[in-house]
């Protein structure tokens, strides 16, 4: 990764900050805000801009993107896996290049449909102690130390974004790109959730309370799309339109 320097910091300064900086996170700690002010630079805020700034460069020449969300913990044995390979695959076909989170379960699903395609298989990976890692089906990937950078990415990186079941993460970047929309920070892009048994029982709460309570409004239920099927998803998102990133 590129690193951005401050013009009035000297290298050997830089370079201090980046190891006091890996050292607190090697153990744990969470350092105070004030703290890194209070030493005259932050190598935190420098190392986000460099993010920032490879992140968008590195999605500038990508063409006909679809993001694919889920769980990592799903086993290749699975439906759900089964069924976001065969949509990498019909998207790939179509000529998509498919973006996921770049790790296992159906993120790998999803690459590996893409690789058998033929299509360009993208993945935007985050850094994590344990349960992360790049699945072996990405041919072009990128890796994040920060969730909220990586989440800016995949917010903009594709025309269409699909979600198989997943935990908290997965209902994270769901209900981000949601909210997005809602709030016309976005424009109006499909949003396709695979899973009906899944994601039924979810969106139903959202209408007997959200909405019973005027939480949101009528119309905030269709910024989404429930299927079953990888065909299905492929259906809704097929004649999709790239879009501006800015």
Known sequence: MSIIKKPD????????????????????????????????????????????????????????????????????????YKEARKLGTLLGRAGFTIITGGGPGIMEAGNRGAVEAGAPSVGLNIELPKEQRINRYVRKPLAFHYFFTRKVML?????????????????????????????????????????KKYWTGFFAWAKEAMLAENYIAPEDLDLFTIVDTAEEAFGVIKDSQERMYF
């Not at 981000?176 to 424009?187: A, D, F, N, S, V």
Request: aromatic share 12%; hydrophobic share 40%; charged share 25%.
């Open 155 to 195: 917010s903009v990186s594709s025309q269409a974004y699909i979600f198989f079941p997943g935990g908290y993460g997965t209902l994270d970047e769901m209900l981000e790109l949601i909210t997005l929309i809602q709030t016309k920070k976005m424009c109006r892009i499909p949003i396709v959730l695979v899973g």
């Open 9 to 80: 910091e000297p290298p050997e300064k830089l370079a201090e900050l980046k190891k006091q900086h890996q050292d607190m996170e090697a153990v744990n700690i969470c350092p105070s805000p004030y703290t890194d002010f209070r030493s005259g630079a932050s190598w935190r805020i420098f190392r986000i801009m460099a993010e920032f700034i490879e992140g968008f460069e590195f999605l500038a020449d990508l063409k006909k993107e679809v993001s694919i969300f889920g769980s990592a913990r799903v086993p290749a044995t699975h439906q759900y």
